[in-house]
């Protein structure tokens, strides 16, 4: 299992990111996927999750402002990132839900 997290980067708060996920090793569009947040200095946080039929969950915290969704012919995660808080700054990580594996995350940086 492969997973490349991508577009993470500085922004002002209020503004916006969308972040990328590459998965190979397995079949993609079987799978649960998330996307996770670890602030600094904090334990790893889940944030959101697509089932295989694109039904989506979301933490309460990001709830209005951050949209998961996934192109299972690209085998790619997405998470758009709207209205953008100093407290979403950390590294975001992407997961397959049945497998224990961690990919490399993607930074993001959110100045107030």
């Known amino acids: 299992v492969q997973l490349q997290a991508s577009g993470g980067g500085l922004v002002q708060a209020g503004g916006s990111l969308r972040l990328s996920c590459a998965a190979s090793?397995?079949?993609?569009?079987?799978?649960?996927m998330a996307w996770y947040h670890q602030a600094p200095g904090k334990q790893r946080e889940w944030v959101a999750a697509v089932n295989s039929g694109g039904g989506t969950n979301y933490a309460d915290s990001v709830k209005g402002r951050f949209t998961i969704s996934r192109d299972n012919a690209k085998n790619t995660l997405y998470l758009q990132m709207n209205s953008l808080k100093p407290d979403d700054t950390g590294v975001y990580y992407c997961k397959a839900l049945s497998y224990p594996n961690w990919g490399q995350g993607t930074l993001v940086t959110v100045s107030s």
């Open positions: 090793g397995i079949i993609f569009s079987a799978n649960v």
